[in-house]
């Protein structure tokens, strides 16, 4: 079997499995964060659409491109948006922070 193919299938699984994993966890969500279960539904719509956009402009972009250096290149875009919204998340308030079921420290 070509190695192209292995690796669409495991990005495929990995894809349904982080989409449709979370759909088991909205009773949990709605009670945590105590939104209503519409609201959290769109979690699930709101990943698929950014997904969809954000394959389709990745691969116009790196479209004749080495995958070396699309991978580097992801990797430290991905970096930088986990550090400015680490930053961004810093004394904010424990929903908002995605610390489920602990209140922020009083000051």
């Given at each position: 079997m070509?190695?192209?193919?292995i690796a669409l299938a495991l990005g495929g699984f990995g894809?349904?499995?982080t989409e449709f994993g979370i759909v088991g966890l909205l009773p949990?969500?709605?009670?945590?964060f105590?939104?209503?279960e519409s609201?959290?539904?769109?979690?699930v719509s709101g990943y698929a659409v950014a997904f969809a956009?954000?394959?389709?402009a990745i691969a116009a972009a790196y479209g004749?491109?080495?995958a070396l250096r699309v991978g580097a290149s992801l990797i430290a875009g991905d970096l930088a948006v986990l550090l400015v919204g680490t930053a961004a998340m810093r004394g904010t308030s424990a929903v908002v922070s995605g610390s489920a079921g602990r209140s922020p420290p009083p000051r």
């Amino acid at each position: 079997m070509p190695i192209g193919l292995i690796a669409l299938a495991l990005g495929g699984f990995g894809v349904g499995l982080t989409e449709f994993g979370i759909v088991g966890l909205l009773p949990e969500l709605v009670a945590a964060f105590g939104a209503t279960e519409s609201v959290a539904g769109h979690l699930v719509s709101g990943y698929a659409v950014a997904f969809a956009v954000g394959v389709i402009a990745i691969a116009a972009a790196y479209g004749f491109v080495s995958a070396l250096r699309v991978g580097a290149s992801l990797i430290a875009g991905d970096l930088a948006v986990l550090l400015v919204g680490t930053a961004a998340m810093r004394g904010t308030s424990a929903v908002v922070s995605g610390s489920a079921g602990r209140s922020p420290p009083p000051r």
